[in-house]
């Protein structure tokens, strides 16, 4: 019953927040979602293409108030190739000219020039409100779905998720995509809603650049609809269009349709206690102040009645300690990550009371374990043994920080528990378990062939450069290694533990610690000997993981007589001695592609140079593997560390561990 309460009054208190939101829409600042800078294209101060992008700034800006809510615009000229500017923005369609206006001026005055993407001669900015995109190459008029940004709910779908999606699908596809296709060159923009259950309702909206052909829009659409999870919500981002659901009003009434529920599912009742969408709105498209205290007040009154009954009807039950008696133990705010709460008996049950059959491995804080949810869905749980050195604030860093990171080639978090003693983090089941068991475990070495490997060495590359570069926070891993990337079904690579990872702030560029925490053989110099770590550390230890891909073995077990004492020096030795397939893995030797192969030691031996000004960025990583337009420097011999030389110098002031965690304080972009 108490259950029951919390659903309608949940359900009532939605509805109050989406009127109010809608009554104070045109006053409220825009909400960023995500940005996309190139990191390869940038001009300098006083350029011609600076003086340019302001005067595009300005033209985007002065047209802020079309109606139509989209404006192109080009700066330079169409002849001068090198220095024109294309610039466009698009407004969300249900939104009024004011918040369109406010939107573009805070992206074209502020966000891309000063904080997010300045000197960057090709960007783009996604609000609630609008998109901003500029390039200094032409866009106008064609589909592009890169870069594009994925954003989903926390909260699992209550019931039949299977029938939730397809719900989904079928308005995203059937209905908005349609009609947003089909709306002409002024405005391609279409909402739906759709019954999931008596007290549910999804709602969804789509929209397109103008500039589309009908058939771009409907196919963008449908391929951005692709990317939803199984959630109660989710948007996607692309530069030509973008699409996202939820259980909630999230837009203004009046661009609903008339509900008709996809023509290939049953249809379900409307909700008889609530007000259908339409009835809020007045002929004259405004709501009446009369009319918004005859809604609000009864529901505000309502929803605090029920909140209250469930309450103390939930509290009789309550046996297990709350976040909220947790947070006044160890002085923190659990709130935000509240949502990912599991129930430590549905563990329990998913891994047979985490039994050893279910063990999927060990690691430096605990075991790893597979689960099965009585849904089917499969999941890893860590479970942090009670004398792990991890505690609540590293926890709580692994949660906060896994949580807000969102991209294919990382881990996706799906929860946690804290319950007793127990600790467990939730994350995705990844079946092929780590790299680390493919390049060196017995049985299991030369299964992977060049064109998997080169495949995995660019995954990587592009979940590092989303952590240093693209991510809202600026993430330095601080522990990458074999056994830290796993690998999906199709041996897609998924960067995992994020337990040792700092945050920088936007224009911060190293940082030093006393505390030398992470794995031998991986570490940075200047890291490992003085504490100092930066983006270049993580570079640094992408260069020794990329060198093992290549060779198939392990730097830290590595010896070879003679000169190398270590597989970086056994690398550089070989390039230096002009005999680089030598150091190729025997088991690819005969089959992988040369060209490739010899790029990627050599990106190697730049990555592990000794001076971090000497090795690239991430970003310069990712355009060397997907081109050959980037021209390497010629590499000097590695830096390298002894083991005992280091343990000596820094045994009066920090330890060798793996369990070690730093805590680091969540600052946002």
Known sequence: MAEKLVRVSLINLIFMISILMMISESNS????????????????????????LDTLFRLLTSNATNPTGFHQAISGGRNTTNEAVYGQFLCRGDLTISSCQDCVTTATTTDLPKIYCPNRKDAIIWYNECTVRYSNESFFGSL??????????????????????DLVSNMMNNDIGVRAATGGSQKKFATDFVNYTSFQTIYGMGQCTPDLSPGDCNTCLVAAAGGFRETQGGKVLQPSCFVRYEVYPFFNMVSLPSPSPSPSLSPQPQPPSLPTPNSYVSSGNKISTKAIIAIVVPIVA????????????????????????????????????????????????????????????????????????????????????????QG???????????????????????GFCFEGQEKLLVYEYVPNKSLDKFLHDYGSHGLIDWGTRYKIIGGIARGMLYLHHDSQLKIIHRDLKASNVLLDA????????????????????????SRI???????????????QFSNKSDVYSFGVLLLEIISGKRNSSFYESGEAMDLLSF??????????????????????????????????????????DDRPSMATVVLTLDSYSVTLPVPEAPG??????????????????????????LEPR
């Open 517 to 531: 925490v992470g794995t031998y053989g991986y570490m940075s110099p200047e890291y490992a000997m003085h504490g």
């Open 640 to 665: 390298f560390i002894i083991k005992s030389k280091v343990s000596k110098e820094m045994s009066k002031s920090a330890h060798w561990s793996r369990n070690d965690v730093s805590i680091t304080e």
């Open 144 to 165: 592009d779905t890169t870069p594009s940004r994925i954003d989903w709910s926390s909260l699992s779908i209550t019931g039949n998720a299977t029938r939730f999606m």
């Open 29 to 52: 600042a825009p909400n960023l979602l995500a940005q996309s800078c190139s990191n390869t294209t940038m001009f300098a101060n006083n350029s011609q293409f600076g003086a340019n």
């Open 490 to 513: 199709d041996m897609n690579a998924k960067i995992s533990d994020f337990g040792m990872a700092r945050i920088f702030v936007v224009d911060q560029s190293q940082d030093n610690t």
């Open 392 to 414: 609540i604030q590293e926890f709580k860093n692994e949660i906060l920080l896994v949580a807000k990171l969102q991209h294919r080639n990382l881990v996706r978090i799906l």
């Open 302 to 389: 309502v929803t605090v009645a029920l909140l209250i009954i469930a309450i103390c009807c939930r509290t009789k039950y309550k046996k297990t300690k709350t976040y909220d008696s947790v947070a006044a133990e160890t002085g923190d705010d659990f709130t935000t990550v509240e949502s990912l709460q599991y129930d430590l008996a549905t563990l329990q049950l998913a891994t047979n009371n985490f039994s050893d059959a279910m063990k999927l491995g060990e690691g430096g804080f605990g075991g790893v374990y597979k689960g099965t949810l009585p849904n089917g869905q499969q999941l890893a749980v860590k479970r942090l043994s009670i004398n792990s050195s």
């Open 571 to 612: 690398a550089w030795k070989q390039w230096r001695d002009g005999m680089p397939l030598e150091f190729v893995d025997p088991t690819i030797r005969d089959s992988c592609s040369l060209d490739e192969v010899m790029r990627c030691i050599h990106l190697g031996l730049i990555c592990v140079q000794e001076s971090p």
